[in-house]
């Protein structure tokens, strides 16, 4: 689904300093910034080793790499930033979490052709794959994003019921090698 480790930098990136992006601000007056990762992990504290090296890539990859990707699509993210943060609410997950997977997917919507990506098979900002699942909603709905976050925690807890022994970060981690 997503190079989990383009993933881990974007994550590393929209959490760096927890207070300047928009992302890692409070949910809500009771929930401190620093405090709220969701149930299913701190993805801030996670390692990274950060997007993926390749001949044609040398520039634009590891951490810095990923740092660079994630920062051309703050500006994409920003008018979802209160839909994120109340499906993040809703579903328990943190809002840093599905805004990396929305710029690591469809960089904010910023490349879709009317939802769509370039194939046509997958839509939406989380881009789910129309063979997998039936799309709901708009491509950048609140319906739409709750599915989205609805499959993800689904694929988590699938994940930390056949490896019941491993950590959070590892659950979180495997439903990215999935």
């Known amino acids: 689904m997503l190079s989990s480790i383009l993933f881990w930098g974007l994550v590393a990136l929209i959490g760096t300093s927890r207070g300047s992006y928009p992302f890692t601000q409070s949910m809500s ?11 299913y ?14 001949i044609t ?9 990923s740092e660079m990707f994630a920062e051309m699509d703050l500006k994409a993210l920003k008018p979802y930033q209160v839909l994120i943060k109340e499906v993040g609410l809703r579903h328990c997950v943190d809002p840093a ?12 919507g910023a490349v879709l052709q009317d939802g769509w990506d370039h194939t046509g098979l997958r839509f939406g900002l989380m881009q789910l794959d129309k063979k997998i ?17 609805g499959i993800l925690t689904d694929k988590i807890k699938a994940i930390q019921k056949k490896f019941p022994t491993w950590s959070v970060a590892q659950h979180l981690k495997g439903f990215f090698l999935m």
């Open 133 to 149: 699942h039936h799309p709901v909603g708009t491509w950048d709905s609140k319906e739409h994003l709750l599915q989205a976050v």
């Open 97 to 108: 979490l599905i805004a990396a997977i929305i710029s690591r997917e469809s960089h904010g």
């Open 41 to 54: 992990g701190d993805i801030l504290t996670m390692e990274t080793s950060g997007a993926p090296c390749d």
């Open 57 to 65: 890539r040398l520039i634009n990859c590891g951490i810095r790499g």
């Open 29 to 39: 007056p009771h929930l401190h910034p620093r405090l709220y990762h969701g149930c």
